[in-house]
Nanobody, 125 residues
Framework: QVQLVESGGDSVQAGGSLRLSCAVS????????MAWFRQAPGKEREGVAC???????LYAESVKGRFTISEDNTKNTLYLQMNSLEPEDTAMYYC???????????????????WGQGTQVTISS
């Protein structure tokens, strides 16, 4: 069983920063690719960033240069450092994991089997 618990969501002003965390409990499962997705009100869920076991990262164009995905395997935690936040970044952010190694990374939600409950990020102008 794989459990993902996100934290770090908050309300901040535009231009600010936040760091999201995702605590991973995975028993004997091996997770090879992890990602962050987000869903704004009235919009479809979209991929934000992913990282695989080889350290390969992939970002959505809208967050390139502002967001950084990383992981600490000693703590079984995935992070998303978000800088220069914009009102358009307002959304529920979800952590996702998959046992497959997506070599080039993937931001397709259908490719992820495990999901957290989300953490809310609100950016005011």
């Amino acid at each position: 069983q794989v459990q993902l618990v996100e934290s770090g969501g908050d309300s901040v002003q535009a231009g600010g920063s936040l760091r999201l965390s995702c605590a991973v409990s995975k028993s004997t499962y091996v997770i090879n690719t992890m990602a962050w997705f987000r869903q704004a009100p009235g919009k479809e869920r979209e991929g934000v960033a992913c990282i695989n076991a080889a350290g390969r990262t992939l970002y959505a164009e809208s967050v390139k240069g502002r967001f950084t995905i990383s992981e600490d395997n000693t703590k079984n935690t995935l992070y998303l450092q978000m800088n220069s936040l914009e009102p358009e970044d307002t959304a529920m952010y979800y952590c996702a994991a998959d046992r497959r190694l997506w070599a080039g990374g993937t931001l397709r939600q259908v490719n992820y089997d495990y999901w957290g409950q989300g953490t809310q990020v609100t950016i005011s102008s």
